[in-house]
T-cell receptor
Framework: GQNIDQPTEMTATEGAIVQINCTYQ??????LFWYQQHAGEAPTFLSYNVLDGLEEKGRFSSFLSRSKGYSYLLLKELQMKDSASYLC??????????WGAGTKLIIKP | GAVVSQHPSWVICKSGTSVKIECRSLDFQATTMFWYRQFPKQSLMLMATSNEGSKATYEQGVEKDKFLINHASLTLSTLTVTSAHPEDSSFYIC???????????FGQGTRLTVV
């Protein structure tokens, strides 16, 4: 079966750095997405990785290792507004998005 | 990024009535639209995939006669929840993309409460 694992919840301090991991086992791979979702709102796109390596976009970076079935989202200089759920999703061989359950990130002052 | 508009943002309806939710891509042609349902503290669950001009493909366990999806144009898809019941209360989200290898853009979501 297809499976995406990410931690349920993480806590970090304002101004610090946090890394949210995602491991996946899917039938085929056509890219990995990270989305941010605030409570009661729809997800918003953060990043897309299809090749191995690190993609940097401002305070957010995303890393992919296809051979290990592994990705992480790195958030730097954490702000209170970064408190949200972070969803990892993989596009499989049929170009269908398989979603992880999301990681709830709690930022403390 | 591209804009997907979903309407209404929230709706309260009586049990047994039908509710229609619209999803529009405002600045691109969406060849494919997706409908998701999300229960509190859970991840997105794909309900169905619709391609413009063809019938929607429903995920296992989703009743096609209850959740009617119409994708009549490249910019509009609708989800109608027929004969809604309290257990249908959920957050419904649409997303759209213009090509298979591009990211999907999400609507704002619709919170449906059936009383």
């Amino acid at each position: 079966g297809q499976n995406i694992d990410q931690p349920t919840e993480m806590t970090a301090t304002e101004g610090a750095i946090v890394q949210i991991n995602c491991t996946y086992q899917t039938s085929g791979f056509n890219g990995l997405f990270w989305y941010q979702q605030h409570a009661g709102e729809a997800p918003t796109f953060l990043s897309y990785n299809v090749l191995d390596g690190l993609e940097e976009k401002g305070r957010f970076s995303s890393f992919l290792s296809r051979s290990k079935g592994y990705s992480y989202l790195l958030l730097k200089e954490l702000q209170m507004k970064d408190s949200a759920s972070y969803l990892c999703a993989v596009k499989d061989s049929n170009y269908q998005l398989i979603w992880g359950a999301g990681t709830k990130l709690i930022i403390k002052p | 990024g591209a804009v997907v508009s979903q309407h209404p943002s929230w709706v309260i309806c009586k049990s047994g009535t039908s509710v229609k939710i619209e999803c529009r891509s405002l600045d691109f042609q969406a060849t494919t639209m997706f409908w998701y349902r999300q229960f509190p503290k859970q991840s997105l669950m794909l309900m169905a995939t619709s391609n413009e001009g063809s019938k929607a493909t429903y995920e296992q366990g989703v009743e096609k006669d209850k959740f009617l999806i119409n994708h009549a144009s490249l910019t509009l898809s609708t989800l109608t929840v027929t004969s809604a019941h309290p257990e249908d209360s959920s957050f419904y989200i649409c997303s759209a993309k213009w090509r298979s290898d591009t990211e999907a853009f999400f609507g704002q979501g619709t919170r449906l409460t059936v009383v």
